[in-house]
């Protein structure tokens, strides 16, 4: 077991890697809590929850609306929920961003912690403070960026994950090792497979380096001014493809890092044999270097999304595996790069 | 015109005093901006407003919700606002409490700061980073703590209010003499006239010295640990009166402020002398001193807010003009001071 610490505007996030759900009071006081969840994780894992009433929310993107965050406030005035209570939310990325938001405008503001129950949401979603739902037809339009007390992370728990969701988290844990920590890039290559058979100590590395970085990175930088940006390597073009195909987070990503790889060596960042290392790793672990759209949907959507009418794009850049650049890019070289990767023309 | 600042959490407020709301591009880039207000202070002002998209919201406690917070994010997409975007909220604390919430949570925070038209809201309202809406019968349950990047007070912008609206900042204004700032109380009890006249000298020096006080309150305890609870006197009585009568906040706190300093009498922290100065003065002001509503309901109101079934409650008292400190106060005490305060028994 090992502990991490953020230190936010709000005060100490305390994250605790490879302990058991089951110790949750030794981390936090469970006299007057409540937990957020989902029927889904409810269902694998409610035994194991602490003795306190459990709030279940709908599962899925639509489920991440002002309309679920109203109804918990409901929730809370029943439960009679005040400033020493603490909830914790216990589920995926959708659990801990919504339980973060609802908890951070109650009352303005009331003690929260998590307890993630998916990779993605170890490795990413819970930490960081950034938390909000969907408005309209945009993702996390509104939210806050407020730090949890406390981030539990439960291996055993991933256990009941399919495949797909596993390949999900994977796709930030090597996305952490591309931007802040060679060995950890280094050792997915050499592991891959114990870290994907969820070998106890692998497991346990992996994401214990994986949220090294991001604290670090979280750590200089908490409101986004500058260095967090880093932490969105892949995912400009990630977030596009996402909403053009469909496809899950981590397949989106896995794509966007191999179009930044090769926009990375255009620029001789990278050497082709680090591309090549990347591309390798990527499909070890089950993730797609190939999109399937057309290169034009993709850009179209990448403009909308930066608000952008001009000839140059911010990226997250590699200056070598292990170090991240924030570089402006023109939309040709980007055009000649997706060429290559898109299937469809 | 004088600069305070609050050091919050997410950064600086700067706080400008006597300048004019003509002079706003001083203190802020106006090319990207879009004002929020209501209906009463666009016609009043609206010809003093720079030139860029209003938002007008609806006016009084009902608005105060979060439908029209819903409604402003629409607004904002239409807009096309985003990070770059700086909202000013020009108007009473309705309009400052809404457009601080609304803009501390639509992309995770944007810029925003106020022009505040109300004396309450320019001594009080606006300036401290509270936020928020009210959520069924109960009133600021969502929000969050945020500090606006600037508040700017013009003076010229009071001319417009009627009296009752200004006794109901001047409350505030007695509230901060008492509980930080002897010189200030002293002032208000020799310059009355002068203050309620708008003298421009008078009132910059009142809006001013009461400004400081809160300023360097939030600025001890911006998250309400400790300090900052200092700003509640009159408040536990004051909410609970102003529940059940309806009357005004400034009144309701008036009255509350007699209370308190009653009590404070009892326990031999304040002299005959002083309670009397102080009775003197809200009289003056255009205060009551006596509730209108028998003291069983008060106190029920006052144990449900503070959700306290125990035999004492924790209560701002003064130490003397100037000086305030939080004391337990037994329900019974309460009540015998009460019994002398009711008009209805």
Redesign the interface.
Known sequence: MKTLEILG??GVSRIVIGSSIGQLEEFCNLERSVIITDQTVRGLHGDLFPQCAVIEIGEGEESKT?KTV?WI??RF?EL?V?RSTLVIGIGGGIVCDVTGFTA??????IHFGFVPTTLLAQVDASIGG?N?VN??R?K??????NQPEFVLCDFDLLKTLPLSELKNGFAEVIKHGLIGDARLFSFLEEYGKKVLDLEPEAIERVVSDSLNVKARIVNMDE?EKGERRKLNFGHTIGHAIEKITGIKHGMAVSIGMVVAARLSQDKSMLSTRETQRIETVLKEFGLPLEIKAGKEAIIDAIKKDK?RTGHEINFVLLNGIGNAEVVPVRIKELEEVMDDLCQYR
């Open positions: 505007r709000s002002l109203e406030y409901e005035l009679e005040d951070s405008t109650y009352n303005r503001g950034k909000g408005f309209q945009y996390n339009l509104i939210g806050t960026i409101m608000k």
